[in-house]
């Protein structure tokens, strides 16, 4: 009967073991997409921010072009849509939206074009 117990005692702890392993693969999974995300966040903020200084920058005349069209450009070129360039007096207003995997992240972005011609 003690060799019976023995072998009850070892399968328990190899049990035990496995669902500490899963347990610790699932919440690194977690954190991984967590951080997946977060990045797409910041990276589609980023791109937001660079179109609407590239439309503000053409609003001045430094570089040539239509601004929302510039604006459009940096956003694909950055791997964005351009959903939304709004110009108002001396304020451009981009609102880029990023889509990858599962996600699908938009950010907005404002520029003041510092003596518009």
Request: proline residues 2%.
């Amino acid at each position: 009967m003690p060799a019976q117990n023995r072998h009850l005692e070892n399968g328990s702890v190899g049990l035990v073991v496995a669902g500490l392993i899963a347990t610790i693969s699932l919440y690194l999974t977690g954190l991984s997409i967590a951080h997946y995300w977060l990045l797409l966040e910041v990276r589609t903020q980023l791109v937001a921010d660079l179109a609407a200084i590239a439309a503000a920058d053409t609003m001045t005349g430094i570089i040539a072009g239509i601004p929302c069209e510039n604006a459009r450009e940096i956003a694909a070129g950055n791997g964005a849509s351009l959903d939304s360039c709004r110009i108002v007096s001396e304020v451009v207003s981009i609102r880029v939206g990023k889509q990858d995997l599962l996600f699908e992240v938009f950010a907005s972005a404002e520029a003041v074009a510092m003596g518009a011609m």
